[in-house]
């Protein structure tokens, strides 16, 4: 990443001068873990870095982020004041995140598998795109045409966007998390990225582990971010 941008976006909070920091967490499969990650890295902004922040739904055939914010509210759990939760799940979301930047210090965007499209235009305007997957062959399978995509995207993309798979839903009491980091960072031909299909992801160092605390999170606020406040440290640090 260019620059730091944890400090970049406390700095604009102080001047309350606002260029929203953009991460879409987004994969073209469905059943990933997006929801999830997407809900805890907004309460990051919101909560520990204290940022307006912004959480787009644009999953154009769940809606699962949304429907997470209804059943917060309609339960009595305390919404952060600085934290807003639309559903936009159109192909112009590239234009609304352009228009919505100034408003925000941060927007985090869960794009979900049921729209190339949509994908494509939000990684557009991203500065960080996050691509969860769980250790199986199933969606590993799904990462090459993700990224064949983001690739496309992020030639439109003025924002110098990186990207990182996370893994998610990691259970160290079985070899599948080390053997899909292994094949992650080590792909067969055919199974990776580049030219020739055969470099490296970017695996993030940190793992999200299958945790009660995050399978029970949907419909609460939660206020233990955990391996998720760990994850943006490290993909925002200098």
Not at 161 to 179: C, E, F, G, I, Q
Not at 182 to 204: K, N, S, V
């Amino acid at each position: 990443m260019n620059e730091n941008t944890r400090h970049k976006t406390l700095a604009a909070a102080t001047e309350h001068v606002w260029d929203a920091f953009v991460i879409v967490v987004g994969m073209l499969k469905g059943g990933t873990g997006k929801t999830t990650s997407a809900w805890f890295i907004a309460l990051y902004y919101a909560v520990v870095l204290g940022l307006p922040t912004l959480l787009l739904d644009a999953d154009a055939t769940s809606q699962s982020a949304y429907d997470w914010f209804k059943v917060a509210q309609a339960a009595g759990f305390e919404i952060p004041e600085n934290l807003v939760v639309e559903r936009y799940p159109f192909d112009d979301i590239a234009e609304y995140i352009r228009v919505k930047r100034a408003e925000f210090g941060a927007i985090v965007v869960d794009a979900g598998g049921g729209s190339a499209r949509i994908f494509h235009e939000a990684v557009t305007e991203a500065n960080l795109l996050l691509v969860p997957v769980a250790p199986t062959k199933i969606e590993r399978r799904k990462l090459v045409a993700t990224f064949d995509e983001a690739e496309r995207a992020a030639a439109r993309n003025d924002h110098g966007v990186t990207a990182h798979v996370v893994m998610v839903k990691a259970d160290d009491r079985t070899s599948l998390p080390s053997r899909a980091k292994d094949q992650l960072l080590d792909p067969d031909q055919g199974e990776g990225i580049g030219p020739d299909r055969d470099e490296a992801f970017p695996l993030a160092d940190t793992t999200i582990h299958s945790w009660v605390h995050y399978m029970e999170a949907f419909g609460e606020i939660p206020t233990e971010l955990s391996e998720y406040a760990e994850l943006m440290k490290e993909l925002t640090a200098a």
